[in-house]
Each structure stands twice: as C-alpha cells, then as structure tokens.
C-alpha cells in the first residue's frame, strides 16, 4: 500500500461522500417537516441520473455543446424530480399520515419499485456510460491526478449546502419550514400552512436526489438498479451524522465516503460493508448519531 494510493481513496472518499451528502440532505428536509422519509430517494437519484443521461446526449446529438447538454439536462431534471417529489409527498405520504399510520414507508417503498422497473422498461436492465461535460480531462498534480469532474462535484456539493443552508435559515420559505419543524401548531397560528411546506419539503428531496444523479452519474455507470445502494448509503450518512443535522449529515457523508474507500484498499469486497461497520460503531457510542440531539430518557 503506497502512499499515492492512500491519497487516491481520500481524494475519492471526499468525492462519493459528497453526493451521498447531497442526496441525505432529502431525508433531512422531509424529516424534520413531517416526521417521514422517502424510501425510495435512491431510485430517485436513479431516475435522474438516466433522465440527465437522455437529455445529455439528445442536445449533443442535436449539436449542442457539452456545456449547453449538461445545464440542460440539470434544468429538466431538476423539474421532472421536484415533480415527482411533490407527487410521491401526494399519493404515498399525505393519505397515510393523516390517518397516523406507518404504512407511508411502504408506499414509498413500492413507489420506488414502480419508478424502478418504469426506468428498466425505457433504459433497459444493462449499465449505461454517462459523459461528463469535462471528458476525461485530469489534472496532474504530480504524486496524484484528480478528474477534472471529481473536483467539480467537490465544489458543487460545498455550494450546494451552503445554498441549502442560506434557504433555511435567510429566506422566506425556509423560516416557515424550520417553523412547522419546531412546532406545527404554532406555525398554523402564525399563518403558516403544514401541509404547503410538506409539499415544498418533498420537492426539494426531490431535487437534491436528481441533482445528486447528474453529479454522480460520470462517476458509476448508470442503471435501473443503482438507486438501492445510493440510497442506502444515503440514509446510513443521515443516520450517522444525526437525521436533525444538515452540517452532521454533511460530514457523516465525507467521513462514510473516505472510509469504504479506505476499506477498499485492503479488500474491495469490504467496501459495501463500511457503511454498516460505521453505523454499528457510531449508534453504540451515540444512538442519536454523531451530531444528533441528545435526549434524556425518564422512566
């Protein structure tokens, strides 16, 4: 084990653990404005990077530049994904949780099997290539080369949390959301609608997961199937970093990234194990994650 390689895993851990931020980000935003989750945010992240994928090669085909291929094909599934966020939040969410059920966790379970196999009757069961608009430009720094479009979708995630954080706590919108997050009754009072903030909770899930597709899908190789461990991972950063925490679920991705990474140096079959020896290791010593809030218990 060189010490280029070792380099290698944690340029590629912070890589990977940003877009497994990103798309975590989804469950935080709808957790804490109604208490639920999408299940199926991974088949969502699925979805866009296909639907990126499409989009990108049909404007170049047409004579667009890679630039003009990749703007548009992150407006459209920016679209399309707040779409179906809003959509999931009304079919598979709102009906079961006026009447106090769990039942909405299958609803979004079986949502994300419809939104599976509808992507495998259009793209087919078989891995696809997605092109980055930075080709397979790589910046030599010597002991280590890094792909131009690795170093973008570090840059892109630290904006996109701070843009997600600047919503939440500057604008509008994000006051009312963290305001029915802290008390919904007390929000309706004041004038602020639940159910409108559910609404934009879940389109802004959706849009995280879609953006989260476009940005990983030069890095894995698209199918109808990668939503599952995408998704997974997602939730075990969520978990790890604390669900109430964007800034914990930010460094959980990071640290969770770099780890299987690393797991991957001494054996790459231990790779999808880390997200599982992680979570076992943080909730025993901090059941509410590492960045959670701690709540004593009275019996």
């Known amino acids: 084990m060189e010490l280029t390689d070792i380099l290698k895993a944690l340029i590629n851990g912070l890589v990977y653990g940003s ?4 798309i975590a980000q989804g469950y935080y935003i709808t957790f804490i404005t109604t208490k639920t989750l999408n299940f199926g945010q991974g088949d969502f992240v699925m ?12 404007i ?11 703007i548009g094909s992150l407006l459209l599934v920016i679209v399309i994904l707040g779409i179906c966020g809003w959509g999931l939040e009304q079919v598979a969410i709102r009906p079961l949780k006026s009447w106090h059920s769990i039942g909405w966790i299958l609803s979004t379970v079986a949502v994300s099997m419809i939104v599976r196999n509808v992507a495998m009757l259009i793209w087919g069961r078989d891995v696809l290539m997605a092109p980055s608009p930075f080709g397979r430009a790589i910046l030599d720094l010597g002991i280590l ?3 131009y479009h690795d170093i973008f979708v570090l ?11 600047a919503f939440l706590k500057k604008s509008l919108f994000g006051k009312a959301l963290e ?8 929000a309706s009072l004041m004038g602020i609608n639940p159910r409108l903030m559910a609404s934009i909770a879940f389109i802004i899930a959706g849009v995280l997961a879609g953006v989260g597709g476009v940005l990983v899908g030069p890095m894995v190789h698209p199918g109808a199937f990668i939503g599952l461990f995408l998704g997974l991972k997602a ?24 780890l299987e990474n690393l797991f991957t140096l001494v054996s790459t079959s231990m790779k999808e194990a880390a997200a599982f020896f992680l979570i076992l290791v943080v909730l025993a010593v901090f059941p509410q994650g590492l960045f959670g809030k701690r709540v004593k218990e009275k019996f």
């Open 145 to 147: 080369k890094i792909r």
């Open 155 to 165: 840059i892109s995630a630290a904006v996109i949390m701070l843009l997600l954080y």
């Open 60 to 70: 170049t085909t047409l004579g667009g530049g890679v630039w003009l291929a990749f």
């Open 179 to 186: 305001a029915v997050a802290f008390n919904k009754d007390a």
């Open 47 to 58: 979805l866009g990077s296909l639907i990126g994928l499409s989009t990108f090669i049909t």
């Open 19 to 22: 877009v497994y931020a990103i």
């Open 235 to 258: 939730f075990a950063v969520a978990i790890i970093g604390g669900i109430e925490n964007p800034r914990g679920i930010f460094i959980g991705g990071l640290l969770l990234g770099v």
